[in-house]
């Protein structure tokens, strides 16, 4: 157990995707045992045994579960709520992080006090670089979340949840940088 609380809360939100959920969760079982990590999962309603199988992970997981989904934008703030970390890592469960893709990501954070949230690069399985505005993963600082309300606050009709919420942090006056040492990969 951790004794002094967690550097990072790694937070996802999952519905009806326990096969990625678990390829997702193995990658992050790769982290070195430096970082003190946890990972805060909202299981939003599934309906496919995502539940079961999360009661027969062992290790360091808080779990949620929503009988109902709740949508993503709510379910992050449900697993924020559940976080403790200074640094909150908002990661798709259909994504694979690649070796050293955290370490990288807390330094682009760290070393600059203007910067809010930092993205890595992407990569789909064609190769091809995910860009623009839905990105499958944000680390951001828990002072700029809750500075702007998190995704609660940043929702607008219309606008998809993620988009809405980097836009709400750089309205706050903080950067949201993407980081392009930092890789994962998308896999449907």
Excluded at 38 to 58: F, H, K, M, P, Y
Excluded at 72 to 101: K, M, N, R, T
């Amino acid at each position: 157990m951790l004794t002094e609380g967690p550097e990072v809360s790694i937070v996802m939100v999952v519905r009806d995707a326990a096969a990625a959920m678990l390829r997702c969760l193995t990658a992050l079982a790769r982290l070195p045992a430096t970082i003190a990590f946890e990972v805060v999962l909202v299981d939003d309603g599934s309906t496919d045994g995502t539940a079961d199988v999360l009661q027969g992970i062992e290790g360091d997981i808080v779990a949620v579960h929503n009988t109902e989904p709740a949508g993503f934008g709510p379910a992050c703030d449900q697993a924020v709520a559940a976080a403790s970390g200074p640094l909150l890592v908002i990661i798709g469960h259909e994504v694979v992080p690649v070796d050293g893709w955290l370490q990288t990501l807390i330094a682009a954070v760290d070393g600059d006090l203007s910067i809010g949230a930092a993205r890595p690069r992407a990569i789909e399985l064609d190769g091809r670089v995910a860009a623009g505005p839905l990105w499958p993963c944000l680390a951001v600082r828990r002072q700029a979340y809750e500075r702007s309300g998190g995704f609660a606050a940043a929702s607008r009709p219309g606008v998809a949840d993620k988009i809405a919420l980097v836009a709400s942090l750089e309205r706050d006056g903080w950067a949201v940088v993407d980081e392009p040492d930092s890789l994962v990969l998308v896999v449907p």
